[in-house]
């Protein structure tokens, strides 16, 4: 992206919840900084197969469970009905994969997507449920089946999920942020590595982190870089978006609580109810 200032590398998964859960201040950033900004996503690959979860002892009532303490815990909207059975998420990473290297600058669309329809109740490892993604997305599904389907997608794969398992040694002194794998420890969902492009100055920012964290870190690495006032309706945050949002993150693009957000979505907006919340599109 021509003009950036800050490069930032993402590692997630769309069917982890607190990457989820991260997004109102992803949008912030966003509304903060706009184009200064430049995102790249690396899939850290949560579980290749279902096995993987229930070898952890992980099921999906614990599944539920986790899933209402994320949504009461972080407001965004999460259908927390015990599902069928746990599901893979590799098949949906190298779906953004195949995005990134295909039509680049759609795979975040196809991530957000991914993530909306995994947490009101899809399989990350079903073909419909990607499907209904990609159309979403604006990608044909089956283009999108013929991408995933080649060497150059399953070598980045194997890329990206090499380097979520190298994390930076900074990010190694935080290691309540880092998880296990079978050679080590790996970046959690989502961990950033924030450069700045000038120099190439990186910083690790591993794990879940509240707001202030990312905003402290970009005001000291450029602290020239202009920010955008907060927005002055709900309206004007849909409108920018371009794409259904939460209360959670209008609420927190406009620097507002959550609960005068969605009074004020109300008015002017509908919702599409997912669990105890949902996401808002403009009337008109």
């Not at 800050?6 to 900084?33: H, M």
């Not at 909306?116 to 283009?143: C, K, R, S, Y």
């Not at 492009?197 to 920012?205: T, W, Y």
Request: aromatic share 8%; glycine share 6%.
């Amino acid at each position: 992206m021509a003009g950036a200032d800050v490069q930032i590398l993402e590692y997630t998964d769309p069917g982890c919840p607190w990457a989820f859960s991260a997004e109102p201040s992803r949008r912030r950033i966003d509304w903060l900084y706009g184009e200064r900004i430049e995102w790249k996503t690396a899939m850290v690959v949560l579980a290749k197969s279902p096995d993987e979860y229930e070898e952890k002892g992980f099921t999906p009532e614990r599944q539920a469970d986790a899933f209402r303490k994320m949504t009461r815990d972080h407001g965004m909207p999460i259908d927390t009905r015990e599902r069928p059975r746990m599901s893979a998420t590799e098949p949906a990473c190298r779906a953004v994969v195949a995005t990134r290297l295909n039509r680049p600058g759609r795979e975040r669309q196809l991530l957000r997507c991914l993530r909306v329809h995994h947490f009101m109740g899809g399989l990350l490892d079903e073909a419909e449920t990607i499907t209904n993604a990609a159309v979403d997305a604006e990608i044909d599904p089956t283009q999108l089946q013929r991408w995933m389907n080649s060497d150059e997608v399953t070598d980045a794969l194997e890329a990206d999920m090499a380097e979520a398992r190298e994390p930076m040694p900074a990010a190694r002194m935080l290691d309540d942020k880092l998880a296990n794998w079978s050679g080590g420890r790996r970046y959690t969902c989502p961990s950033y590595e924030i450069s700045r492009v000038s120099d190439g100055v990186r910083i690790a920012i591993p794990g879940f982190q509240p707001f202030p964290v990312y905003d402290t870190i970009l005001a000291n690495l450029v602290p020239n870089l202009e920010r955008r006032d907060p927005a002055e309706s709900v309206s004007e945050v849909l409108r920018w978006a371009g794409t259904p949002l939460a209360s959670k993150e209008v609420a927190v693009v406009c620097d507002i609580g959550k609960e005068e957000a969605r009074e004020e979505l109300g008015r002017v907006a509908e919702e599409r109810q997912v669990g105890s919340d949902g996401f808002w599109t403009l009337t008109s």
